[in-house]
């Protein structure tokens, strides 16, 4: 019997599993897929919001700044990669320079600090390869960029070293309220029990709440569409560089992830199949034509891949997070963006509706908060070599210059590892250039030594769709 099961190890149910491992308590989080962040939080900006956009009072707002704040911290713990890079948000007609001052009302409103309407000159200054046709721009000191599967991860990695149970593969399709606990059935045949339930699945959180005859929500997937650029187009700019927003969202932005590439997108799309994360050439096109308003000078010759994720969009204004009308079953619906700045701050919520809900917290002395990096900082790029028998010094991916030592290392921390994919978003071995072409064979060959399994066994992603990649291949990326 579990004391809280949480359903989703995305970065909302990981954060909230981290944060109940500070206490006395059994716990579990169950994942559909065969790895951590597979879902929305595996595909998205990666931007640490300011927190300016969202209306005073609400959820959304409260727990961006709250998340925001949290980050530097967190980092520091855990080792996933943030940078304080700030943003920009750019008016290119005078009209829209009204829209600027709403946004920094609001910000001020939110208790957002570092917040500035700068001329264009001043933006030029700070960002020389912009549109020069700016009128003016909304700074915020406090944005920042993260590398988001890996905040998932290394939560998911620091909660199993708190002796969280983190159960893959395990889909959750039933769940029956045997009143004094609830018997969650998987697909695989089991079933778990717990006290307490906390409803993180992210997109799918209004098929978990209908389990138990929820039927008031209904979550529609939002599309949105990105293009990876190499990073020798990175000095195009420091900060994350939006326009202003439009009622769909934020629109295209234009930034440097936090690993150093170029990232544009994404669209907004209302669709209908919660699984399509294709790509398409006619949306990519007004990606690069829209990105080109705001940095003119991208050379998309130089594009890596295309991807993108579905936003969790709910028939309700607000996220819902809260007890829901059964008791001790605590639903989370519609986490969409903010979602994965407010993440942490998601996390202190549930714990205080948990509480509210009669879950006793008595505090775990042994709970652990570091967490070690996988990815050792290259301050020479020639230190190692594909000839090399030291595993430190032994380059696997040439691109990224991952070595064999992070490989393994990223194989033992005890998220049973499967696919090529999980490795790369661990290392970023096949990140680069040549996109996994060099070093694929290597690291398949190095995990089938490693985890005593046949390179077959092996696949490309964690949620493998061959329909997919077909689709994604048509496409020519370097001539949009
Ligand atoms: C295009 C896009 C851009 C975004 N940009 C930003 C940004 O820049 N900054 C920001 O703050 N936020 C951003 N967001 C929002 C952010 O990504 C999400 O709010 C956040 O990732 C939500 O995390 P989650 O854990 O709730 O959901 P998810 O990551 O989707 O996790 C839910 C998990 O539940 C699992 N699951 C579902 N059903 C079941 C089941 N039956 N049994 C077991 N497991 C199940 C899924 O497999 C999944 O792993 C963006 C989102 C998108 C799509």
Redesign the pocket.
């Known amino acids: 019997m579990y004391d809280v099961c949480v359903?989703?190890?995305?970065?909302?149910?990981?954060n909230i599993a981290r944060e109940l491992a500070k206490y006395k308590l059994k716990l579990c989080v169950?994942?559909?897929?065969d790895d951590?962040?597979?879902?929305?939080?595996?595909?998205?900006?990666?931007?640490?919001?300011g927190g300016y956009s969202d209306e005073p009072g609400i959820l959304k707002a409260k727990l961006?700044i709250r998340?925001n704040r949290m980050y530097e911290k967190l980092n520091k713990e855990l080792h996933f990669g943030y940078r304080r890079t700030g943003s920009l948000v750019l008016a290119f007609e005078n009209e829209e320079i009204s829209k600027l001052q709403q946004l920094y009302d609001r910000g001020i409103a939110n208790g957002v600090e570092g917040l500035e309407i700068l001329s264009s000159e001043e933006v030029l200054q700070k960002e020389p390869y912009v549109s020069k046709n700016i009128k003016a721009a909304l700074y915020c000191e406090n944005a920042g960029v993260t590398s988001?599967y890996e905040f998932?991860i290394a939560l998911a990695e620091n909660a199993i070293n708190n002796g969280v149970d983190i159960k893959l593969q395990?889909?959750?399709?039933g769940i029956n309220n045997a009143n004094s606990y609830f018997e969650i059935s998987?697909?695989n045949g089991k079933i778990i029990t717990a006290r307490y339930v906390v409803n993180?699945?992210?997109?799918?959180?209004d098929?978990?709440a209908n389990m138990l005859e929820i039927t008031e929500y209904t979550i529609m997937p939002?599309?949105?569409?990105?293009l990876l650029l190499d990073k020798e187009e990175n000095y195009l700019t420091q900060s994350v560089i939006f326009q202003v927003p439009t009622p769909l969202g934020?629109g295209i932005l234009v930034t440097t992830t936090y690993h150093g590439n170029l990232m544009i997108?994404?669209n907004?799309e209302e669709i209908e199949d919660k699984e399509d994360i294709g790509t398409d050439e006619k949306t990519l096109k007004y990606i690069v034509e829209t990105a080109r308003k705001s940095v003119p000078d991208f050379n998309i010759k130089k594009v890596l891949k295309s991807f993108?994720?579905?936003?969790?969009v709910a028939n309700v204004t607000d996220w819902v997070i809260g007890e829901s009308s059964v008791k001790r079953f605590i639903n989370?619906i519609g986490?969409?963006?903010?979602?994965?700045?407010?993440?942490p701050a998601i996390a202190l919520e549930v714990k205080e509706v948990l509480q509210q809900a009669g879950l006793i917290l008595e505090h775990n002395s042994q709970f652990i908060s570091e967490r070690k990096p996988i990815i050792k900082p290259k301050i020479d790029p020639f230190q190692g070599s594909i000839e090399s028998t030291n595993p430190e010094k032994h380059i696997i991916c040439r691109c990224e210059q991952v070595t064999e030592a992070e490989i393994v290392d990223c194989l033992q921390r005890g998220i049973p590892i499967r696919s090529l994919d999980a490795v790369s978003r661990r290392t970023r071995a096949g990140h680069g250039k040549c996109q996994g072409v060099f070093c694929g064979p290597r690291v398949k060959k190095l995990m089938a030594e490693q985890l005593h399994i046949s390179i077959e066994d092996i696949k490309s992603k964690s949620?493998d769709s061959s329909l997919l990649a077909q689709r994604v291949k048509r496409i020519d990326l370097r001539n949009l």
Do not use: F, M, W
């Open positions: 359903i989703g190890a995305g970065v909302v149910g990981l169950l994942e559909k897929e951590v962040s597979c879902g929305c939080s595996k595909a998205n900006s990666g931007i640490v919001h961006c998340g988001p998932a395990s889909e959750v399709v998987l697909s993180a699945a992210g997109i799918y959180s098929k978990i939002r599309r949105g569409q990105y934020k997108g994404p907004a993108a994720g579905n936003r969790p989370l986490i969409d963006s903010p979602g994965l700045t407010a993440s949620n």
